[in-house]
T-cell receptor
Framework: DTGVSQNPRHKITKRGQNVTFRCDPISEHNRLYWYRQTLGQGPEFLTYFQNEAQLEKSRLLSDRFSAERPKGSFSTLEIQRTEQGDSAMYLC??????????????FGPGTRLTVL | AQSVTQLGSHVSVSEGALVLLRCNYSSSVPPYLFWYVQYPNQGLQLLLKYTSAATLVKGINGFEAEFKKSETSFHLTKPSAHMSDAAEYFCAVSDESSGGYQKVTFGTGTKLQVIP
C-alpha cells in the first residue's frame, strides 16, 4: 500500500492558461474523489469516480473543469482558462467501497495551484 | 443535510497539556464521523473514525474521540500534547449519497499550536 500520490505538488500559472493535475489512487481502490481546499476552509467535494465512470459532479465544478479516469486507475483534473479564483489546494482521495463501514477515504498530498 | 461545526479555529496548548478539539455534528441519519490531521502543505491523514461500534474511538498518535449522541458531539482529545501535534485538524461526517458513495462533509478546521 503505497498511498495516494499526486503530481505535481505545486503549480504556478498565469491567468488564462490551462493546467492538468494527476492522481494515482491506492491500487485496489475503485473509488476516486477530487476535492478543492481554499485557505482557512475544509476540503470541498468536486467529483467522484467509480472505476472509470464519473458518477457525480459538484456545482463547484464549472465548465472550465474536466476530470477523467480513462482506465479506472489514475485520474486527471484539467482546468481550462484558469482564473485567480482557482488558486487552491486540489486534493485527491480514494476508497475501496464495499459498504459504509469500510468505505473510508484516504487522501493524497495535494497539488497547490497558484494563478497569477 | 449533514454538517459539522468545529468550535475554535485556533487552539493553543502547552507541551504536555491536555488537547481538546471540539466538533459538533448534524445528521439526519446515524452518522459516521472522522477526524483528519493536515500538516502544512500536506494532504489529510486519517486519525480515527466512528462507525457506530464503540463510542470511544482510539486513533493514531495517542488521540481518541468520544461519540456522544445526546450532545451531538465528537470531540478529539489527547492527554499530553507533543510539539509534533502542531497541525490543522478537521472533523468530518459522512452519509450515503444518491451516487452510492460516502459523501464526506468537512468542518472548517482547527489549527493546533503547541507551546514549548
Amino acid at each position: 500500500d503505497t498511498g495516494v500520490s499526486q503530481n505535481p505538488r505545486h503549480k504556478i500559472t498565469k491567468r488564462g492558461q490551462n493546467v492538468t493535475f494527476r492522481c494515482d489512487p491506492i491500487s485496489e481502490h475503485n473509488r476516486l474523489y477530487w476535492y478543492r481546499q481554499t485557505l482557512g476552509q475544509g476540503p470541498e467535494f468536486l467529483t467522484y469516480f467509480q472505476n472509470e465512470a464519473q458518477l457525480e459532479k459538484s456545482r463547484l465544478l464549472s465548465d472550465r473543469f474536466s476530470a477523467e479516469r480513462p482506465k479506472g486507475s489514475f485520474s486527471t483534473l484539467e482546468i481550462q482558462r484558469t482564473e485567480q479564483g482557482d488558486s487552491a489546494m486540489y486534493l485527491c482521495a480514494s476508497s475501496r467501497g464495499g459498504g459504509r463501514s469500510t468505505d473510508t477515504q484516504y487522501f493524497g498530498p495535494g497539488t497547490r495551484l497558484t494563478v497569477l | 443535510a449533514q454538517s459539522v461545526t468545529q468550535l475554535g479555529s485556533h487552539v493553543s496548548v502547552s507541551e504536555g497539556a491536555l488537547v481538546l478539539l471540539r466538533c459538533n455534528y448534524s445528521s439526519s441519519v446515524p452518522p459516521y464521523l472522522f477526524w483528519y490531521v493536515q500538516y502544512p502543505n500536506q494532504g489529510l491523514q486519517l486519525l480515527l473514525k466512528y462507525t457506530s461500534a464503540a463510542t470511544l474511538v482510539k486513533g493514531i498518535n495517542g488521540f481518541e474521540a468520544e461519540f456522544k449522541k445526546s450532545e451531538t458531539s465528537f470531540h478529539l482529545t489527547k492527554p499530553s500534547a507533543h510539539m509534533s501535534d502542531a497541525a490543522e485538524y478537521f472533523c468530518a461526517v459522512s452519509d450515503e449519497s444518491s451516487g452510492g458513495y460516502q459523501k464526506v462533509t468537512f468542518g472548517t478546521g482547527t489549527k493546533l499550536q503547541v507551546i514549548p
